[in-house]
């Protein structure tokens, strides 16, 4: 009996983020979107099969910006460039992996969107984005306690690197506060809701201004309602539309780099933590359209 080959075999490229062209090695592209199949240590199992779980999801997404003037793609050139193979081997350890890919690619390419990833990986995009930028401002969604933790010790180092300009990080959607802030401001969910999404992102435009900015969103920013998937489970959260909604406000600044982070497939049979991490890198790239649109 012929054997029929099964439909993810049969394809004739690799699902692509928001069906956007397959470039193994894209060059002189305004975006470039790169999946980061990775398992954090300590953290949640699974993720490694986040950034083909977020492109499966992204197939059904709305395409940013199609139903308000010109369209995201009419406005900036975007490919999805695949995978990075994490898989150290004798080419160093993996963060030295990451690096080095993205340095080669943000040679020719001006800004990259990274799918998956974690913590110990965003000090290594940093590099390869500060290399280009210098110290850059830091944006970060996320539910990470705040203070003297071992979680944080990322962006501890990449202010000791002087990869990010201390004076302008902001970071929204912390739970279990405590300790002091390594410079910055902090937004916990309690400041938030007092603020709202509108007070926010003035916060936001306050702090970062024109400085070039690097937007880091992990997924556990949004209560468990909304992302499931995400490996948090204390309630309290920002909602989906509240997370899409301060995104709005990257436009408005200078970004040049962007992640989206946390996903876990087997934590979520629903889907739904992907379909938000697909949103909101669509709404990245919106909004990084409309960022080159403003005069510098």
């Not at 930028?133 to 690197?161: K, S």
């Not at 739904?272 to 080159?292: D, F, M, P, V």
Request: aromatic share 4%; net charge neutral; hydrophobic share 40%.
């Amino acid at each position: 009996m012929e054997r029929i080959a099964s439909p993810a075999r049969s394809r004739a490229r690799p699902p692509t983020f928001l069906r956007l062209p397959f470039e193994r090695d894209p060059t002189a592209r305004d975006l470039v979107v790169l999946g980061l199949p990775y398992d954090e240590s300590g953290r949640c199992p699974g993720m490694r099969l986040g950034p083909d779980a977020v492109r499966e999801a992204s197939a059904l997404a709305h395409v940013p910006g199609a139903d308000c003037g010109p369209g995201t793609f009419d406005l900036v050139d975007c490919v999805d460039g695949g995978d990075i193979d994490l898989t150290p081997c004798g080419s160093g350890t993996v963060p030295e992996v990451l690096y080095t890919r993205l340095s080669r690619l943000l040679a020719g390419n001006a800004a990259v969107l990274l799918l998956g990833g974690g913590r110990s990986l965003t000090v290594a995009a940093l590099r390869a984005v500060a290399e280009r930028h210098g110290p850059v401002a830091f944006l970060r969604l996320a539910a990470d306690p705040v203070g003297p933790h071992p979680q944080e010790d990322f962006l501890c180092r990449a202010i000791e690197e002087r990869l990010v300009d201390p004076s302008a990080v902001v970071r929204i959607g912390l739970r279990g506060a405590s300790g002091r802030a390594q410079g910055g401001v902090m937004l916990d969910v309690g400041r938030f809701g007092r603020l709202g999404v509108r007070g926010a992102a003035e916060v936001v435009r306050h702090r970062i201004g024109r400085r070039p900015v690097y937007v880091s969103v992990a997924v556990d920013v949004a209560d468990p309602a909304f992302a499931p998937g995400a490996g948090t489970r204390v309630p309290g959260g920002l909602t989906s539309r509240e997370v899409l909604g301060l995104l709005r406000c990257v436009g408005d600044l200078c970004p040049v780099g962007f992640e989206v982070m946390g996903v876990s497939p087997p934590q979520d049979l629903s889907g739904i933590t992907a379909a938000l991490a697909s949103e909101i890198g669509g709404e990245l790239i919106h909004q990084y359209a409309r960022a080159q649109r403003i005069p510098m």
